[in-house]
Each structure stands twice: as C-alpha cells, then as structure tokens.
C-alpha cells in the first residue's frame, strides 16, 4: 500500500510557473521502486496522462502538449517526486494528480497501469 500526496497547487497567470510536489509513505528503496507519474482532469474532460518517470528515473515521458514545458523528477532520498511546470497555458488549468505504480507498468501513460493516487491539487492558468 502507498498513499501519495500532492501539494503545490495555485493560481497563475499565463506564462507564469508553478512546481508540483508528490509524497509517497513508502520510504527508501522501496519506493525508488515505484515508477510514478502526473495526470490532469480538467472540468468536463476525462483524466488525460501528463508525465512519468519511471523507477530507476531512466526514462522520462511527456505528454505532447507539455513537452518542452515541464519537467518530471523524483528524489528517492526524500520519498518525492516533482513535476515543473513553465510557461503554463490557460489550458493547462486542471485537477492534478500524482500517481504510483510497481515497477514498471508496460504503457505508464494509461492511468490504468496505476493503482495508488492522489486527492489531487488544483491548478488554475488565468489568461
């Protein structure tokens, strides 16, 4: 079992940045082993991939529509993993959530390869 927690939610105008932060319960070599990842829900929408990173941090997967803008990270020290998000678009504005999967899921974009999640924190781009 892991609990993961999102903070680091808010309101921003367009351009502007904004870094998520991920805790995960499981400590130390454990949750190194966990590949984890971010997702968005927008109103109205279904919950869309965002990024992953997976548990040796060896690969790092963006979705289109943000690559070049953000940017995940995990410290396994610190049981937290981050996700950076520059020049943010008013259509970034959604629900985001953190995600945690056992080792490698075979398509870490599907948000069924994931069986923990976040309360997610809210994330606000005003034009």
């Known amino acids: 079992q892991v609990k993961v927690v999102e903070s680091g939610g808010g309101s921003v105008e367009a351009g502007g940045s904004l870094t998520l932060s991920c805790t995960a319960s499981?400590?130390?070599?454990?949750?190194?082993?966990?590949?984890m990842a971010w997702f968005r829900q927008a109103p109205g929408k279904e919950r869309e991939f965002v990024a992953a990173?997976?548990?040796?941090?060896?690969?790092?997967e963006y979705a289109d529509s943000v690559k070049g803008r953000f940017t995940i990270s995990r410290d396994d020290t610190e049981n937290t993993m981050a996700l950076e998000m520059n020049s943010l678009k008013p259509e970034d504005t959604a629900a985001y959530y953190c995600?945690?999967?056992?080792?490698?899921?075979?398509?870490?974009?599907?948000?069924?390869?994931?069986?923990?999640w976040g309360q997610g924190t809210q994330v606000t781009v005003s034009s």
């Open positions: 995600a945690a999967a056992w080792s490698s899921p075979n398509d870490p974009r599907r948000s069924a390869a994931y069986d923990y």
């Open positions: 990173i997976t548990w040796n941090g060896a690969t790092r």
């Open positions: 499981k400590t130390g070599a454990t949750f190194m082993r966990y590949t």
